[in-house]
């Protein structure tokens, strides 16, 4: 066996059905990266386990996934969005409506199962697989469970370290063996967090040790999970547990293979009209033709009234505009409001933000999930957090410099360097879909002028799918749902 399958025995291994979402093409042949296979087939060449990693990257392209909701609804949620209720869509996550949040729950566990199909096949390899195709694989695959699940996990329960105790009903079933079959489903409870976070923290290690050193694609290395996206991811989820020791490991790992990419003052908006941008250390790729609606559910249609940049007619969309509260946190010679401009028709009074306005092709772009300025932000927090003020200021300075911001005063620490750093990861970070888990998970309240939302009421938390509550009684749906 294997030394990098089956992480924890005591874990608990699960299936859920009316969860199985597969995708298909028509030849196993057929690996381009939009290309993929149902993993449940027999994977028994290495074009076939190929073709099955690409159908779980395939995942993140779903409209509730990174094709918009993980990018959208996190600022409609949140403070720094407007809507034009006008369409309609996603109004109800802007007024915080009971049951308007994310849902990922059947997408996200169709993908795990299909990852731990790829696990299994890995064990003992078909005939052909070498033994680096093989780390590859494994690599990619722990990386990707351990970006759905820490997105189930801050979706559906509570972060490591910001709870209401009462009505903390644990975090989301753990699912680490295949299920293949009806007669393979049990119907298992809520795990804690700290089993959820085990987890991710076990697949993020294995995956940097597989892919160090390693290159997966030559070309167009951002779009697969790589040892530098599973540091920066690791980064990131050692942030929500307050494990600053290990966001400072992690990041200066991340740095080290990423950190060049980070993209200056002159060409910081040029960089956001590229199809890849500069500093995407992990990216959500979309080729014409990748998502299921682009027309109405793009992140292009939900955030502009243009098809492109120099779109003069109106398009009949736009409807999640920039807040003024958000615009006017910026100053006027800060680099970054060159991403915004007014819209069109009746827009033209609107904050559009132009960070998604067809950069791949029309309605498609491709999203940035992990970029090296979030890692710096998140080494200057773990930094600041852990009285090391100095080494923190280096780090939020160079986000506010590459801004054309002077840098913070020598004399900036404790609180107020904190609230800065938090400042800089809003601005810097608005409309990629951060800013509601940052307020989440550091359990702050939501101010809004439309209606503010206290961290503990319910509404923070998104209610588990009523027909997965239905199907397994030991499956406690949120509170106040």
Same mark, same amino acid.
Not at 56 to 61: D, F, H, N, S, T
């Given at each position: ?15 859920l ?18 290309q993929?296979?149902d ?16 159908s ?6 779903q #409209?509730?996934?990174?094709?918009? @909701?993980?990018?959208? *609804?996190? &600022? /409609?949620?949140? !403070?720094?969005? $407007?809507?034009?209720? +006008?369409?309609?869509?996603?109004y109800?996550?802007?007024?915080n409506?009971?049951?308007a ?43 990707l469970?351990?970006l ?10 509570y ?18 063996e ?7 489903? #049990?119907?298992?409870?809520?795990? @804690?967090?700290?089993q *959820?976070y &085990? /987890?991710?923290? !076990?697949?993020? $290690?294995m995956?940097? +040790?597989?892919l160090?050193?390693k ?12 040892a530098?996206?599973?540091?920066s ?9 307050e ?25 910081y ?39 492109t ?18 615009? $006017? ?5 800060d680099?970054?409001?060159g ?38 932000l ?5 930094y600041a957090?852990?009285?090391m ?36 990861r ?31 009421e ?10 997965e509550v ?11 749902y």
């Open positions: 066996m294997k030394t990098y399958t089956y992480i924890k025995q005591s874990i608990i291994a699960i299936g059905t009316g969860s199985m979402l597969f995708s298909a093409c028509d030849s196993v042949l057929d690996v381009t990266p939009k993929s296979i993993s449940r087939e027999a994977l028994e060449s290495p074009e076939a386990i190929q073709a099955a990693i690409n779980v990257y395939a995942y993140l392209r #409209t509730s996934q990174y094709g918009r @909701d993980l990018v959208a *609804i996190p &600022e /409609l949620l949140a !403070d720094n969005t $407007e809507h034009t209720n +006008n369409p309609t869509a996603l109800g996550q802007y007024r409506q009971p049951g949040h994310m849902g990922i729950w059947g997408s996200s566990y169709a993908a795990i199962n299909e990852i731990n199909n790829i696990l299994h096949v890995l064990e003992e390899p078909p005939v052909g697989v070498s033994e680096e195709f093989e780390e590859t694989i494994a690599g990619q695959a722990y990386f469970r351990a759905y699940y820490h997105n189930l996990s801050r979706i559906y329960g972060d490591p370290k910001s709870r209401i105790d009462e009505v903390d009903y644990g975090s989301v079933p753990l699912l680490v295949p299920v293949l079959g009806t007669d393979q489903v #049990t119907y298992p409870s809520r795990a @804690d967090i700290e *959820i &085990e /987890l991710i923290y !076990d697949d993020l $290690e995956a940097f +040790n597989l160090e050193g290159t997966v694609d030559g070309s167009d290395p951002e779009y697969y999970g790589s530098a996206a599973a540091a991811l690791f980064s990131r989820v050692a942030l929500y547990n494990d600053f020791e290990r966001v400072i490991t992690e990041a200066d790992k991340a740095l080290e293979l990423s950190g060049g990419r980070f993209m200056g003052h002159d060409n908006i040029a960089g956001w009209r590229q199809m890849k941008l500069p500093e995407s250390i992990f990216e959500v790729v979309f080729h014409l033709g990748d998502h299921s609606n682009p027309v109405n559910e793009s992140l292009r249609v939900t955030f502009t009234s243009r098809q940049l120099s779109s003069t007619s109106f398009s009949n969309r736009g409807n999640v505009v920039v807040g003024d509260e958000l615009y $006017e946190l910026y100053p006027a010679d680099v970054r409001r991403l915004f401009m007014n819209g069109l028709g009746r827009n033209a009074n609107r904050t559009e933000i132009t960070k998604f306005l067809s950069r791949s092709a029309i309605n498609h772009d491709n999203v940035p999930v992990i970029r090296v300025s979030e890692v710096y998140n080494r200057a927090e773990a957090r852990s009285g003020d100095e080494q923190a200021r280096q780090d939020v300075n160079r986000i506010r410099e590459r801004a054309g911001l002077n840098p913070v005063p020598e004399t900036l620490s404790g609180q107020g360097l904190i609230d800065e750093i938090l400042l800089q809003r601005l810097e970070l608005a409309f990629e879909g951060h800013r509601f888990f940052d307020l989440k998970r550091l359990g702050m309240d939501i101010i809004k002028p439309i209606g503010d939302v206290r961290f503990d319910y509404r923070i938390l998104a209610p588990i799918p009523y027909s239905e199907r397994n009684g030991n499956l406690q749906q949120n509170f106040g």
